[in-house]
């Protein structure tokens, strides 16, 4: 049975920094894609960032690039996505999702991915 679960979100103040964790199980994150989106209420799900499955390049949204960094351990089978300097923007749920591809880059298309996980809420706040 395939899962993915994210951890790590919570509250931060503007400024602060998170690392969100997203790990696979019957779903190897060297041949799955890996992407996270986020959602805050009231406004439609955005792609934030992503990792292939084949090459592990990586892919950003503009409103992220720079601060956040995504990354993958595949002997933990775990996506991991550091970010930093956190903005109230960035108050989101997060999740993590997954579509099988060999292709040499990943996009934030969210309907590419067929696997979602149930999220994670990163706040931020004074």
Not at 50 to 76: E, L, P, W
Not at 95 to 108: I, M, P
Request: charged share 15%; proline share 2%; aromatic share 10%.
């Amino acid at each position: 049975q395939w899962r993915l679960a994210e951890s790590g979100g919570g509250l931060v103040h503007p400024g602060g920094s998170l690392t969100l964790s997203c790990a696979a199980s019957a779903l190897n994150v060297d041949t799955y894609t890996i992407g996270w989106f986020r959602q805050a209420p009231g406004e439609e799900r955005e792609g934030v960032s992503c990792i292939s499955s084949s090459t592990g390049n990586t892919n950003y949204a503009d409103s992220v690039k720079g601060r956040f960094t995504i990354s993958r351990d595949v002997a933990k089978n775990t996506v991991y996505l550091q970010m930093n300097n956190l903005k109230p923007e960035d108050a989101a749920a997060h999740y993590c999702a997954a579509h099988y591809s060999v292709a040499v880059d990943c996009f934030l298309q969210s309907t590419d991915y067929d696997y979602w996980g149930r999220g994670t809420q990163v706040t931020v706040s004074s």
